[in-house]
C-alpha cells in the first residue's frame, strides 16, 4: 500500500488532481486570448458602419457657428466705427494745429517783411540823405580849412587871446546862409556848365517828336510844333518844374548832344524831370542812360568824327519813386578835359511815342593847366 501511494504521487509531490486542473486552467486561459484575438480580427475586417448624423443636431451646430459669425462681425463693425471716429478726432486736431502753426508763421512773415520793408526805406532815405551831402560837398576839406583860416582872421593878430564862442557862432550862421543861398540858386548847389544862359547849347540830338503832326491834346502842349532847334535849347534853361515846358524827342531811345561853356574835368550829371505830384504822365521820362565826353577843337572848326574821340563817364538809371532832380557822379577813372558830352537814353518809363527832357546840368571843375582829354582804352 505504501508503494501505490508513492505512485499515485507525481513527480513533483503534488497529486494528480492539482495537475489536472492546472493543465485544464492553462488550455482554459490559451482558448479565451485565441477567441478575444479572432474577436478583434473579425471588428479589423469588418469594420461598423459610420452612424449618420442627425439633422437636428446639425441644424443647431450651424446655427451656432452663424451666432458666433455675427457677433465677431458686430465686434469688427463697433471697432472700426471706433478707429474711424479717432481717426477723424486726430485728423481735425491736427488740421486745427496745422492752421494755427500757418496762420502763425504768416504772421511773423508779414511782420518781418514789413520791418524789413521799412529798414529799406529807412536804408534808401539814408542813402538818398548820404547822396544829397556828397552831391553838395558839404563841409570838403578846402571848406574846413577855409572855416579855420577866416575863423583865424576874425581872433585877428593876437594869436593868443581866446575864442569866443559868439565869434564861432556868428561866423558859422554866415557859411550856412552861404550854402543856403548857393544851393537855393540853382536847386543841386553846384556850377553847372551847360547852362545856356553862360554858353552851353545843344548841337544835335536825335529824331524830335513833332506833336502838331499827329493832332489831338498833345499838339496844344508848349513842346507841339514849332522850331525844334530853338525848342532844344530848353533843357540847359530852368524849367521851373513846369508841365511840358521840355524838349520832346521821338521813341523811346535817343541822345542829345551839349557843347559847354569851356573845357572841365566832369564830376557829375543832374537830370531833372517833372515832379510826380504835378505831372500829367510820368511814363515819357529817360530811364536808362549813359554819358559820353570828348574835347573838340575851337568852335569854328568843323567837328571831327568824335566818335574815336568819345568814351563813357557813366551810366545811370532815372527813377521815378525818387526826387525829379537826381544827380549822378561820374565813375570812369582817369577822367581827362572835355567840352562836349553826348547823353544816349537807350529807355523810358512805358512810353513808346516819346521822351521828354527837362534839364541837364553837366557839373566839374575847371583844370588848372587846360589839357585835352584822350580817349580811354
Not at 511782420?111 to 540823405?129: H, K, W, Y
Not at 577866416?150 to 558859422?172: T, Y
Not at 572835355?338 to 583844370?367: K, Q, W
Amino acid at each position: 500500500s505504501q508503494a501505490r501511494r508513492k505512485r499515485g504521487l507525481s513527480s513533483s509531490g503534488r497529486p494528480r488532481w492539482q495537475t489536472a486542473l492546472s493543465v485544464a486552467a492553462k488550455n482554459a486561459a490559451l482558448l479565451a486570448v485565441l477567441l478575444y484575438l479572432g474577436d478583434q480580427a473579425w471588428r479589423w475586417a469588418h469594420p461598423a458602419p459610420l452612424a449618420q448624423p442627425d439633422d437636428a443636431a446639425l441644424a443647431g451646430y450651424t446655427a451656432r457657428i452663424n451666432d458666433v459669425e455675427a457677433s465677431l462681425a458686430r465686434a469688427f463693425g463697433a471697432l472700426k466705427v471706433q478707429l474711424e471716429a479717432v481717426d477723424r478726432k486726430i485728423d481735425g486736431e491736427v488740421g486745427a494745429a496745422r492752421g494755427e502753426l500757418a496762420a502763425l508763421l504768416e504772421e511773423k512773415r508779414l511782420a518781418i517783411e514789413g520791418q524789413l520793408n521799412l529798414l529799406d526805406a529807412r536804408t534808401d532815405e539814408l542813402n538818398d540823405a548820404l547822396g544829397g551831402l556828397r552831391r553838395m560837398e558839404f563841409l570838403r576839406k578846402d571848406q574846413f580849412e577855409a572855416f579855420l583860416d577866416e575863423f583865424k582872421e576874425s581872433l585877428g593878430s593876437n594869436s593868443g587871446a581866446e575864442v569866443d564862442l559868439d565869434q564861432v557862432l556868428a561866423l558859422a550862421r554866415e557859411i550856412v546862409m552861404r550854402e543856403i543861398e548857393k544851393h537855393a540858386a540853382d536847386g543841386v548847389g553846384r556850377v553847372d556848365y551847360a547852362v545856356g544862359s553862360a554858353g552851353g547849347r545843344v548841337v544835335r540830338y536825335s529824331e524830335a517828336y513833332d506833336a502838331g503832326k499827329r493832332g489831338g491834346l498833345l499838339s496844344a502842349l508848349p513842346f507841339g510844333g514849332g522850331d525844334n532847334g530853338d525848342q532844344s535849347q530848353k533843357i540847359l534853361q530852368p524849367s521851373f518844374g513846369e508841365p511840358g515846358q521840355c524838349f520832346p524827342l521821338k521813341g523811346s531811345s535817343g541822345f542829345v548832344e551839349i557843347q559847354l561853356r569851356k573845357g572841365i574835368i566832369p564830376e557829375a550829371i543832374t537830370l531833372e524831370h517833372v515832379s510826380k505830384d504835378v505831372a500829367y504822365d510820368m511814363s515819357t521820362a529817360p530811364k536808362d542812360c549813359r554819358l559820353s565826353g570828348w574835347y573838340q577843337g575851337t568852335h569854328t572848326e568843323t567837328p571831327p568824327n568824335h566818335a574815336a574821340e568819345m568814351y563813357a563817364l557813366t551810366e545811370f538809371t532815372y527813377d521815378l519813386a525818387k526826387n525829379n532832380i537826381q544827380t549822378f557822379d561820374i565813375t570812369a577813372p582817369d577822367v581827362g578835359v572835355v567840352n562836349m558830352v553826348r547823353l544816349d537814353f537807350t529807355s523810358n518809363h512805358g512810353s513808346s511815342a516819346l521822351t521828354c527832357i527837362y534839364r541837364i546840368r553837366v557839373h566839374g571843375h575847371e583844370p588848372v593847366t587846360p589839357v585835352i582829354a584822350s580817349p580811354l582804352p
